[in-house]
């Protein structure tokens, strides 16, 4: 009886775990809709709740890192499970460091002026979607150890890549014919780069999941700069 009280404890911590994984990305996902969409509609006071919504993030964080050290400590888990909770600490790295990048972007938001700009906002909006099926997808093939799904989410960080760069030739061709832009163009940029980094990110913890399903590491694997 005792003994599986205490598996039945061990599954609901497991369980618990992979819980706030999923509502912290789910948190980071919404920070990252709202960020860019406070950029695109110049609104300043989305922006500014969105930087008060990192304070979730961060609490989530160590939430996961305490269940995974307490799981470590009394648990001792072995093979699969220990992989999934050393993993697990990982990957909640990786989302607060994606919740400090849509951060990055309201800062931007809030600096930019309000009056429409001739920027390429409709490709930062894809770069947008993207980055976050990328991080849905990671998360659910961890959850559900799909590794298809998480092959996927590295293939699909090459597109990111590729929008990125084209973000930053439009927008230095802008700056180049209109100094004055150089400036807001520099954010703009920034923001740019921010979510072409989320993508590294999202690509981190779908490696993360090859490796603790197949015991592959594909870091680093026939990767190259797109914008070359």
């Known amino acids: ?3 599986g009280h205490t598996d ?3 599954e609901e911590q497991l369980q618990s775990l992979r819980e ?3 509502k912290m990305a789910g948190v980071v996902e919404q920070m990252i809709v709202n960020a860019v969409r406070s950029t695109l509609d110049a609104n300043k006071e989305l922006a500014r709740e969105t930087i008060e919504r990192d304070t979730a993030v961060n609490r989530l964080e160590v939430e996961s890192d305490e269940l995974c050290l307490l799981i470590l400590a009394k648990r001792q888990p072995l093979a699969s499970d220990l992989r999934f909770v050393t993993l ?3 990957m909640v790295t990786d989302l607060e460091r994606i919740g400090d990048l849509a951060v990055n972007i309201c800062e ?3 600096d930019l002026p309000d009056a429409p700009q001739p920027w390429p906002w409709d490709k930062i909006e894809r770069m947008s979607r993207a980055v976050r099926m990328m991080i849905r997808d990671a998360i ?3 959850v559900d ?3 298809d799904k998480a092959e996927k989410v590295h293939a699909q960080d090459d597109q990111v890549d590729k929008l990125y760069w084209a973000v930053f030739r439009e927008v230095l061709e802008v700056m180049r014919k ?5 400036q807001d163009g520099i954010h703009v940029q920034s923001i740019a780069k921010f979510l072409e980094r989320m993508g590294d990110h999202a690509t981190n913890l779908a490696e993360q999941v090859v490796f603790m399903i197949k015991g592959k590491d594909i870091r680093h694997m026939g990767r190259k700069d797109p914008g070359q």
């Open 140 to 142: 659910e093939a961890f």
């Open 178 to 182: 209109q100094p004055e832009s150089v």
């Open 108 to 110: 931007r938001a809030i």
């Open 88 to 90: 697990s600490l990982k």
């Open 8 to 10: 039945r404890e061990y």
């Open 20 to 22: 706030r994984l999923l």
């Open 1 to 3: 009886m005792t003994r």
């Open 145 to 147: 150890r799909d590794v």
